[in-house]
């Protein structure tokens, strides 16, 4: 307060020390500031030069005062000259005072609205050009009163070139502002004339389409995207030419990133002149929906399934039954023992499969923790040697050794297992399996095995990912290569199948390395438990974080409303009061990680891991650090 006062003072000094009057009212004609001549000049009462006083009452007292000469309707004559002022348009006047002198009064507008006026004292001016008419005998009258015109349209034409001068300046104020905006923003934006030609690019594009060039301006959109990218963008570009807009995505081959496009026509007397182009990068938005589309599939299949097997169940329990019953009795035909040993090997197989359904379609929960690549694939190895025997040989092959990334390990570990036991099975015996895994570019982490069988048939290459599909007869269930597929689609990845000299799966997972995380803030931390709060407040200060404590929704929310300054919240589910950490992260609008040491199977527990950015107690300070990353990620994740 006390700087902002003393800047002020100066700022009146310094108005004070100039020679002309000068006032300044806002939008509202109130005053806001007026200079010491200003008082003097027009013997203004102290109350009139208060910031907030009306337009009206100076210009009543200045009309009271005779400056106006004689005023036959002074209410009327406040009035108008409001409702002029309230134009705010530039103008430029002299006028006698009631006194004899000769003032001028230059008014500018101002960008933000109100007025700025100018009284200069002009009389001496004046009086030499009435001295030069009267002493002058060899000028004649008109170049006399050619040079009083003059020096008046000199006049006016100083205060106008002021004002374009302060135009101006607004303009380019107004232009760097607008560039510098669209700079910041975290999206290309640009402009395209009738010839597909750049006519404007806020350079950044290479942020959206890594490898890119930033120097488009002059260039056509075939130069700059390249033929294969605007092969995918030209019917809708075409569209935007002919007047409709539209919102498209497509994949940009060279960085494996999904870009979201919105071409918006320019018209110009009904006419398309251009096309205006935001592009941005939706790679990440893509993955969550992916993961989130897949999440509500395995819901819906469950709710599917669980009633048939329940009663599935049931009838293999009393088939089960029944056969060990009949298995017990005496005198049965010769070949009943065959037929009571295969129909119990048939109920206990279906009892098996119901364990793969239950699997499949029970709720799993994604849980990325920071994982060494190398020391994950060496276990993999480790498990996977026995299970090939002497047979097949197992060769893994990474060139991201020493790289850290948030994986679930439980869940990549199962596909892969099953992935090199169907390789086993297909392969001829002494070759070798490869494992390969590679960075693409920062987008992706790619697993590829790799066989020398004789490949998938075209009908596996079409059906193998859907459940009960299998080429192993009886022996197998049709739920490995199924599974995979959805643990895959869970973590916002792909999987794909090919032959190239055997059979390959290559699953695709979003890249997240583990060195990623949240930029230091201040975190609220809601937990009920002291011991707990304790706990989780020493690791996240240890990571960098200011740490704002709460033991309750209603504590969190306050909170929220009266410190801005809150970047991320880590939440308990279970709380002091009814609502819960869920409630919590229904209405907050900062980035949220929940946790909960409820078991799996319990609904809240269930419900909270949907949310993405999740812990499960006990928890460490690597999984801490990269549920705050992830939360960053989703953003406030949707129900």
Sequence with gaps: MKRTDSHDTMIAAGLNLIQQAMSIFDSELRLVLSNRPMQQMFNLPDKLIETGVSFEAVIRFLAEAGEYGEVDDLEEFIAVRAKLALTFEPHYMERTRANG???????????????????TDITETKQQETLLRTRSEELSEQVLARSEEL??????LASSNAALEETKHQLTQMEARTRLTTQMIPAHIAHLDLEQRYTFSNRRLNDVMPGSSDDLVGRTAQEVLGDANHASIAPFLTRAFDGTPSVFEFKHDPSSRRIRVAFTPETTQDKVAGVYVLSMDVTEETQARVALQQTRRREMAAQLTSGLAHDFSNLLTIILGMQGKLERMDNLPSDADHLITA???????????????????????????????????SELHTMATPTLGQDHHLDIQCDTRDSSFNLDGGMLQDSLLNLILNARDAAPKGTTITLTARALRDTWLELEIADKGVGFSKQALDQALQPF?????????????????????LAGGDLRLFNKEGAHVVIRLPLRPADQQAP?????LVEDSEDLRMSIRDMLIAQGHLVLEATSVHEAETLLSTVPDIAYVLSDIHLSGARTGLDLAQTTGQPIAL????????PLHQAAAKHGAFLHKPFTEDALRAALASAVLKGTPDE
Excluded: C
């Design 343 to 377: 129909t119990l090997a048939a109920a206990r197989r279906g009892g098996g499969l119901l364990h793969r359904i239950a699997d499949m379609t029970s709720p799993r929960i994604f849980r990325p923790v920071p994982t060494q690549l190398s020391t994950f694939l």
């Design 101 to 119: 002198r000769v003032i001028s009064v230059e008014g500018a507008p101002l960008p933000e609205g109100g007025w700025v006026t100018v009284y």
């Design 520 to 524: 230091p803030g201040l975190v609220l």
């Design 595 to 602: 946790m909960t040491s409820l078991p799996a199977s319990d």
């Design 151 to 156: 020096a008046s349209t000199n006049r006016a």
């Design 469 to 489: 599909f299998t080429t192993k007869g009886g022996e197998g269930s049709g739920l490995g290569l199924a599974m995979v597929y959805d643990m895959t689609k």
